[in-house]
């Protein structure tokens, strides 16, 4: 009996022993997020979400893929603009945000108030500033230390043609940016020594994944700008790199898991979670949004829809209507990146419904151009803002070929009549478009003095009630 007891603990002995020397695995929590564009009314239920994570994994990280504002004028108009968001994602807990396009919507110095608010750092290392901003709490990428590892996060941002982020270029103000691909192999070399290398982008999701087919080193990126749901169906590994993007206005977050044996990530994987469906709320952060909320002045009725509308399109023409009906010209043109929501049910239409639709409320600027001309437009804004132009005062249809650019447009005035390319047309539009659109025409522009928001006020003044929602004047053949 004595001799099976000692065998016993002999095997005991040599299983712990054999445990002890299994290299110990270590966990790495990501919950990222993206594109909130200022939709407070779910951040309860976002920190109820992220507090109940914490309550499991105290030292998760908690990113943001930029865009935290412009879509929610409780948050872009407030007094001091965009304060409330910030004032949010502190009481949320966010660790780390990038830069996305619309956070210059207000300008440099409001973002530099950003940056003063904010209980994080931003990371971007594709822009810097002119000394005299003195931008707080800005760096190319960080280093967090999280169970012995050492994480690195480098941020970059997306640029157009033009070399800027998608806002209007009068916004840039002493920033000045490079493309994020030329400056990464530089922070990628300064961070080799980190356990784990993740980027933090606002450069929409097919970028993000030409980036990882070109940068397998890196081992994931956590993305913004295209709004792309990423996870529904499992994980998106590309040449070896986990690429996330969590859709929009806080309804879903990504939770990655990263798990480690000596120091190297050995298994990686990733969960898409709906904040719309969680249940919980965090009550502090429910009577912060209750008192942004509070401000009656949003809640004054301009005008009633009687049909539903489902499509940005038909938004867009309402858009469009206002512009040039208010202006007296032949047409009026939008582009789709400016219409900001693409439902509106039946029932009253509130100051705060069209500050939301348009929350750049950019002056509108008057052309006399060419039948040509316009056609030249058209093509423009479809490659420039990729998808077709909204209009008044006419209607088209068009192909688009094998370089994905719009051909065979047709284009039909409201009387019926074909466009003539030869006749000279008044035309209005905002000034974002006159900016970024290149397209040849020799009218540079007049401004209207009046922006589109005051003239979308003005038009409904005359339309107790609107009905757009079967209005399309856009076609693809």
């Given at each position: 009996?004595?001799?099976?007891?000692?065998?016993?603990?002999?095997?005991?002995?040599?299983?712990?022993?054999?445990?002890?020397?299994?290299?110990?695995?270590?966990?790495?929590?990501?919950?990222?997020?993206?594109?909130?564009?200022?939709?407070?009314?779910?951040?309860?239920?976002?920190?109820?979400?992220?507090?109940?994570?914490?309550?499991?994994?105290?030292?998760?990280?908690?990113?943001?893929?930029?865009?935290?504002?412009?879509?929610?004028?409780?948050?872009?108009?407030?007094?001091?603009?965009?304060?409330?968001?910030?004032?949010?994602?502190?009481?949320?807990?966010?660790?780390?945000?990038?830069?996305?396009?619309?956070?210059?919507?207000?300008?440099?110095?409001?973002?530099?108030?950003?940056?003063?608010?904010?209980?994080?750092?931003?990371?971007?290392?594709?822009?810097?500033?002119?000394?005299?901003?003195?931008?707080?709490?800005?760096?190319?990428?960080?280093?967090?230390?999280?169970?012995?590892?050492?994480?690195?996060?480098?941020?970059?941002?997306?640029?157009?043609?033009?070399?800027?982020?998608?806002?209007?270029?009068?916004?840039?103000?002493?920033?000045?940016?490079?493309?994020?691909?030329?400056?990464?192999?530089q922070y990628l070399d300064t961070l080799k020594d980190c356990n784990a290398i993740f980027l933090l982008t606002h450069l929409g999701y097919e970028d993000d994944r030409a980036v990882a087919e070109k940068f397998p080193q890196v081992d994931a990126i956590f993305g913004?700008?295209?709004?792309?749901?990423?996870?529904?169906?499992?994980?998106?590994?590309?040449?070896?790199?986990?690429?996330?993007?969590?859709?929009?206005?806080?309804?879903?977050?990504?939770?990655?898991?990263?798990?480690?044996?000596?120091?190297?990530?050995?298994?990686?994987?990733?969960?898409?979670?709906?904040?719309?469906?969680?249940?919980?709320?965090?009550?502090?952060?429910?009577?912060?949004?209750?008192?942004?909320?509070?401000?009656?002045?949003?809640?004054?009725?301009?005008?009633?829809?009687?049909?539903?509308?489902?499509?940005?399109?038909?938004?867009?023409?309402?858009?469009?209507?206002?512009?040039?009906?208010?202006?007296?010209?032949?047409?009026g043109f939008q582009n789709p990146g400016g219409v900001r929501f693409d439902t509106l049910s039946v029932r009253p239409v509130t100051l705060k419904d069209i500050l939301a639709l348009d929350p750049f409320d950019n002056e509108i600027v008057a052309f006399t151009l060419?039948?040509?001309?316009?056609?030249?437009?058209?093509?423009?804004?479809?490659?420039?803002?990729?998808?077709?132009?909204?209009?008044?005062?006419?209607?088209?249809?068009?192909?688009?070929?094998?370089?994905?650019?719009?051909?065979?447009?047709?284009?039909?005035?409201?009387?019926?009549?074909?466009?003539?390319?030869?006749?000279?047309?008044?035309?209005?539009?905002?000034?974002?478009?006159?900016?970024?659109?290149?397209?040849?025409?020799?009218?540079?522009?007049?401004?209207?003095?009046?922006?589109?928001?005051?003239?979308?006020?003005?038009?409904?003044?005359?339309?107790?009630?609107?009905?757009?929602?079967?209005?399309?004047?856009?076609?693809?053949?």
């Open positions: 009996m004595k001799k099976i007891t000692r065998l016993v603990m002999v095997a005991l002995a040599a299983m712990l022993f054999l445990a002890s020397c299994q290299p110990k695995e270590q966990k790495i929590y990501v919950v990222s997020t993206n594109d909130m564009h200022a939709n407070i009314d779910y951040f309860p239920q976002l920190a109820a979400l992220v507090d109940s994570l914490r309550g499991v994994h105290p030292d998760l990280l908690l990113f943001g893929a930029g865009d935290n504002r412009s879509g929610n004028p409780i948050n872009d108009r407030y007094e001091e603009v965009s304060k409330p968001m910030y004032e949010l994602m502190n009481a949320v807990g966010f660790d780390l945000s990038t830069f996305g396009n619309h956070e210059w919507d207000a300008g440099v110095l409001a973002l530099r108030d950003v940056l003063t608010w904010a209980q994080f750092p931003f990371v971007c290392a594709n822009v810097t500033f002119d000394d005299s901003l003195q931008m707080p709490n800005v760096k190319p990428y960080v280093v967090f230390e999280r169970n012995g590892l050492k994480i690195g996060v480098v941020g970059g941002i997306q640029l157009g043609e033009n070399g800027l982020p998608d806002f209007h270029p009068k916004n840039a103000g002493g920033s000045h940016f490079v493309a994020f691909t030329d400056v990464l192999p913004g700008h295209s709004h792309t749901r990423v996870g529904q169906d499992g994980k998106q590994m590309v040449n070896g790199v986990l690429v996330t993007q969590a859709e929009a206005k806080v309804k879903f977050v990504t939770l990655s898991t990263f798990t480690f044996r000596k120091g190297e990530i050995v298994d990686v994987a990733s969960e898409l979670l709906s904040i719309r469906d969680f249940k919980g709320r965090n009550a502090k952060v429910q009577a912060m949004v209750d008192g942004y909320n509070s401000n009656e002045y949003f809640r004054t009725v301009v005008t009633t829809n009687t049909t539903a509308i489902d499509s940005p399109e038909s938004l867009g023409c309402l858009m469009t209507d206002a512009i040039r009906y208010t202006t007296g010209a032949d047409m060419s039948g040509q001309e316009i056609i030249d437009l058209m093509k423009s804004c479809f490659v420039t803002d990729g998808g077709p132009i909204y209009c008044s005062g006419c209607a088209y249809n068009y192909k688009v070929d094998d370089n994905g650019e719009m051909t065979d447009i047709e284009v039909t005035l409201e009387d019926g009549k074909p466009l003539d390319l030869n006749a000279k047309y008044n035309v209005v539009m905002n000034s974002y478009m006159t900016s970024v659109f290149d397209y040849p025409h020799e009218d540079e522009g007049r401004s209207t003095f009046r922006n589109s928001n005051e003239l979308m006020l003005e038009y409904l003044a005359q339309h107790p009630e609107i009905d757009y929602g079967k209005t399309t004047r856009v076609t693809e053949k």
